[in-house]
């Protein structure tokens, strides 16, 4: 089903969206699948695949009660303490393919804003190391910006106002279930793409209105009219 006009600004997820972290998250647990080629394993990666993608459910809904019961904060604090005591090494990020190039004919278009789930520090952090920053400006909502986040729409209306456009005239890109379901708690229209952790079953029970291969191949799929 096309997405239907006016569209003034799209709102994106970062992990599994933007950031190809799905596969350098398969690629790490990989490697600590090697050693079960020993017990008959013939492919690592395509076990690692499968277990990142189990995972992702299970963790959404774990950090969803979180937030629900108001520990989030807590447990980002946590995480940012450990993150402190670990040794400094360079962090590696890597760009979905073709999304640099996708951001390039979307801006002139419309208005583009970030709705992500981690933390502001490492939102920042991708988008500055990967030179996205510059397309989305002071409009990224993450963790830390509303009193819930994803799937509650709050941090979605947060960035639709900050964008200075309703709900209803913007579209929620994402790769899991909690980006399409704030997505449409917000009134948005959704878009689920497959580069990240989501599975097309569980993105059309979800209620999506539109599901890509990639988050690269948006452009060519929004109405020629933008509103």
């Not at 397309?135 to 979605?156: D, M, Q, R, V, W």
Request: glycine residues 8%; charged residues 20%.
């Amino acid at each position: 089903m096309p997405l239907r006009a006016p569209i003034r600004a799209i709102c994106f997820d970062i992990d599994g969206t933007l950031s190809d972290s799905d596969d350098l998250a398969v690629q790490r647990l990989a490697r600590l699948f090697k050693p079960l080629r020993l017990f008959g394993v013939q492919n690592p990666s395509k076990l690692a695949r499968k277990a990142v993608m189990a995972a992702e459910t299970p963790l959404n809904f774990l950090y969803t009660a979180a937030d629900r019961h108001g520990i989030d904060d807590e447990i980002i604090r946590i995480v940012n303490f450990l993150g402190k005591l670990m040794p400094a090494r360079p962090k590696v990020y890597r760009v979905v393919p073709g999304v640099e190039k996708a951001l390039k004919a979307l801006s002139p278009r419309y208005r583009l804003g970030v709705v992500s789930a981690r933390p502001r520090a490492s939102t920042v952090q991708f988008l500055s190391q990967t030179g996205l920053l510059g397309y989305f400006g002071n409009c990224i909502a993450t963790a830390e910006t509303c009193e819930h986040t994803k799937p509650s729409p709050e941090p979605l209306l947060w960035v639709a106002k900050c964008l200075g456009v309703v709900p209803e005239e913007c579209v929620m890109v994402g790769d899991t279930t909690v980006d399409v379901l704030a997505g449409k708690a917000a009134g948005a229209q959704t878009v689920a793409v497959l580069c990240g952790f989501g599975e097309r079953e569980e993105l059309q029970a979800a209620g999506a209105d539109l599901i890509l291969p990639s988050t690269a191949d948006l452009p060519d799929f929004l109405p020629e009219e933008s509103g």
